[in-house]
T-cell receptor
Framework: AQSVTQPDIHITVSEGASLELRCNYS??????LFWYVQSPGQGLQLLLKYFSGDTLVQGIKGFEAEFKRSQSSFNLRKPSVHWSDAAEYFCAVAPSGTYKYIFGTGTRLKVLA | KAGVTQTPRYLIKTRGQQVTLSCSPI?????VSWYQQTPGQGLQFLFEYFSETQRNKGNFPGRFSGRQFSNSRSEMNVSTLELGDSALYLC????????????FGPGTRLTVT
């Protein structure tokens, strides 16, 4: 069955520190991959996406993600975290040809001043 | 360009009642998907509509239904509400079936008492 795993439920980092959020997926072929961010009481905002091509993708707010086919991973990174990055982050996959997103369980990021 | 709008933002209903939620996609977007977000189950796909036709459906009981109008606006209906239906219901729109990025609205918070 298709699945998305975000192994870290909570992550705490200091402001200015680097960040990496992990995402692994289980799917027969390479799906479309996404990272979304959700602030409390809000909907989801698209940070970045991977469909094909360059495996390092740049997104908004200084985020980037790297697709590694051999590891079935799509980890999100940011070199220097800002206090405003505190939120919940979701990795999602969409089997090619569908909008039926499968979401990970999310990683809640806390940023220490 | 205005984003995805959902009405109402908050709703309180009693067990056994029914509810209708509304979603207006981004102008020009023709695909609308619905998701249920709960603390226990996370984000789960409900269904997707394109050109007034349901294209995909998630694993939810028949009490959950939806429709899409000719102007791409969509509604979802939940009949015979149960306590477990309390959730944040998110609507997402996409440009067309060839584009797989989804843009989410702020959600409707449904509380069933």
């Amino acid at each position: 069955a298709q699945s998305v795993t975000q192994p870290d439920i909570h992550i705490t980092v200091s402001e200015g520190a680097s960040l990496e959020l992990r995402c692994n997926y289980s799917y027969g072929a390479t799906p479309y991959l996404f990272w979304y961010v959700q602030s409390p009481g809000q909907g989801l905002q698209l940070l970045l996406k991977y469909f094909s091509g360059d495996t390092l993708v740049q997104g908004i707010k200084g985020f980037e993600a790297e697709f590694k086919r051999s590891q079935s991973s799509f980890n999100l990174r940011k070199p220097s975290v800002h206090w405003s990055d505190a939120a919940e982050y979701f990795c999602a996959v969409a089997p090619s040809g569908t909008y039926k997103y499968i979401f990970g369980t999310g990683t809640r990021l806390k940023v220490l001043a | 360009k205005a984003g995805v709008t959902q009405t109402p933002r908050y709703l309180i209903k009693t067990r056994g009642q029914q509810v209708t939620l509304s979603c207006s996609p981004i102008s020009g977007h023709r695909s609308v998907s619905w998701y249920q977000q709960t603390p226990g189950q996370g984000l789960q796909f409900l269904f997707e509509y394109f050109s007034e036709t349901q294209r995909n459906k998630g694993n939810f009981p028949g009490r959950f239904s939806g429709r899409q109008f000719s102007n791409s606006r969509s509604e979802m209906n939940v009949s015979t509400l149960e306590l477990g239906d309390s959730a944040l219901y998110l609507c997402a729109s996409s440009l067309s079936q060839g584009a797989y990025e989804q843009y989410f609205g702020p959600g409707t918070r449904l509380t069933v008492t």
